[in-house]
């Protein structure tokens, strides 16, 4: 089974149809961007894996339990609200807007998640969050709160409290969007670097070039629905569909 399926997923919003049926695989070590025009229900399709938003219907596994759901003995439980956060911890998210702790240093905002959530022992996760920070090539920021950092670097931190938790999914919902253009480039590094070590994500995303030499697959939404989908050479070089058309010509 891939590491998500998605099948036939639909999410409405009051009498709006965001989502009208979403089909999607993602094997694991993949990474699949996600294009489309705003409002085309990339970030709600996010949100939906990761158990922020209920679906109306369709189904959506991750490592073969279906999300708002929880496996025990061989039965399937549905989550309570609160229970969700459990689900959660398998899947990384990272937001347009780093959603940082203000008043905790790169390194505690690292460790909330492993101590507060897991329980894990402060000492242990030290270590561990500082060897996240390297990998961010922010080891000299540990102590720095999130005021004192750039909008690229704050994305870094956040990227790393994410893989803390030792997510087996990484979403990210636009994670350059709101960052000065000068800035791009050292998140989207850290962004490939995670992918050529294996990480399988899902990416929403208007860097096309990050799409065409990172993604395995690039899948394009349009009006809730995937419009087409396929190699980043065979989608962004020669789309097929109209509406993949005329968003790459906007864009490219
Ligand atoms: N919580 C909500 N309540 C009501 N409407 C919502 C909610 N979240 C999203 N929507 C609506 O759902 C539609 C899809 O939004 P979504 O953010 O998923 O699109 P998107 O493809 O990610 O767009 P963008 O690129 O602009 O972020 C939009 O019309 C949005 O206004």
């Given at each position: 089974?891939?590491?998500?399926?998605?099948?036939?997923?639909?999410?409405?919003?009051?009498?709006?149809?965001?989502?009208k049926g979403i089909d999607?695989?993602?094997?694991?070590?993949?990474?699949?961007?996600?294009?489309?025009?705003?409002?085309?229900?990339k970030s709600t399709f996010?949100?939906?894996?990761?158990?922020?938003?209920?679906?109306?219907?369709?189904?959506?596994?991750?490592?073969?339990?279906?999300?708002?759901?929880?496996?025990?003995?061989?039965?399937?439980?549905?989550?309570?609200?609160?229970?969700?956060?459990?689900?959660?911890?398998?899947?990384?998210?990272?937001?347009?807007?780093?959603?940082?702790?203000?008043?905790?240093?790169?390194?505690?905002?690292?460790?909330?998640?492993?101590?507060?959530?897991?329980?894990?022992?402060?000492?242990?996760?030290?270590?561990?969050?500082?060897?996240?920070?390297?990998?961010?090539?922010?080891?000299?920021?540990?102590?720095?709160?999130?005021?004192?950092?750039?909008?690229?670097?704050?994305?870094?931190?956040?990227?790393?409290?994410?893989?803390?938790?030792?997510?087996?999914?990484?979403?990210?919902?636009?994670?350059?969007?709101?960052?000065?253009?000068?800035?791009?480039?050292?998140?989207?590094?850290?962004?490939?670097?995670?992918?050529?070590?294996?990480?399988?994500?899902?990416?929403?995303?208007?860097?096309?070039?990050?799409?065409?030499?990172?993604?395995?697959?690039?899948?394009?939404?349009?009006?809730?629905?995937?419009?087409?989908?396929?190699?980043?050479?065979?989608?962004?070089?020669?789309?097929?569909?109209?509406?993949?058309?005329?968003?790459?010509?906007?864009?490219?």
């Open positions: 089974m891939a590491l998500v399926e998605a099948i036939g997923v639909r999410k409405s919003f009051g009498h709006t149809e965001v989502l999607m695989e993602v094997e694991r070590g993949e990474v699949v961007c996600l294009l489309g025009p705003s409002g085309a229900g996010l949100r939906c894996v990761n158990h922020l938003e209920t679906i109306d219907a369709g189904r959506i596994w991750v490592d073969g339990v279906p999300v708002g759901f929880r496996a025990s003995g061989g039965k399937l439980h549905e989550l309570r609200e609160r229970d969700a956060a459990h689900q959660r911890r398998d899947v990384g998210m990272v937001f347009q807007r780093f959603n940082l702790f203000p008043h905790r240093t790169a390194l505690e905002n690292i460790m909330e998640g492993p101590v507060q959530v897991l329980g894990r022992r402060k000492a242990e996760v030290g270590a561990e969050a500082l060897a996240l920070l390297e990998r961010v090539g922010l080891a000299e920021k540990a102590s720095a709160y999130p005021g004192q950092l750039s909008g690229g670097q704050q994305q870094r931190v956040a990227i790393a409290r994410a893989l803390a938790m030792k997510p087996k999914l990484m979403l990210f919902d636009e994670p350059t969007s709101a960052l000065d253009p000068e800035l791009v480039g050292e998140v989207l590094d850290v962004m490939t670097s995670l992918a050529r070590d294996g990480m399988t994500m899902i990416v929403v995303t208007h860097e096309i070039g990050f799409a065409r030499s990172v993604a395995d697959r690039v899948v394009f939404l349009v009006d809730g629905a995937v419009v087409e989908s396929g190699t980043p050479s065979d989608v962004l070089d020669d789309p097929q569909q109209p509406r993949t058309r005329q968003f790459l010509a906007k864009v490219l």
